[in-house]
């Protein structure tokens, strides 16, 4: 059985940090690119970064660039989720995704709350 395992979310000031783990069990990561997504209250599920099998590409959405690194280590199947500067919209459910040709996955989802 395959399970993504993410780490606590948490409660953080603006303009703090907080970094996200997430690791793949009952398989190899390097099968699948990685990434995080969001869902603020009442919103939609929406796309914030990503990384390749191999780590060598990724992609950010244009709201957290700049703020946020994805990266991972295949050695421990586990993607990590960098959030530096934080902002009040930040404050969301984080997801973690692992997503190949023929199969997805997702975690659970752990909260992430910005406070001013």
């Known amino acids: 059985q395959v399970r993504l395992v993410e780490s606590e979310g948490g409660l953080v000031q603006a303009g703090g940090s907080l970094r996200l783990s997430c690791t793949i069990v009952?398989?190899?990561?390097?099968?699948?690119?990685m990434g995080w997504y969001r869902q603020a209250p009442g919103e939609g599920r929406e796309l914030v970064t990503t990384i390749s099998w191999s780590g060598d590409r990724t992609y950010y959405a244009a709201s957290v660039k700049g703020r946020f690194t994805i990266s991972r280590d295949n050695a421990e199947n586990t993607v990590y989720l960098q959030m530096n500067s934080l902002k009040l919209e930040d404050t969301a459910v984080y997801f973690c995704h692992a997503e190949r040709e023929d199969d997805q996955y997702w975690g659970q989802g752990t909260q992430v709350t910005i406070s001013s």
């Open positions: 009952g398989r190899a990561a390097s099968d699948y690119t």
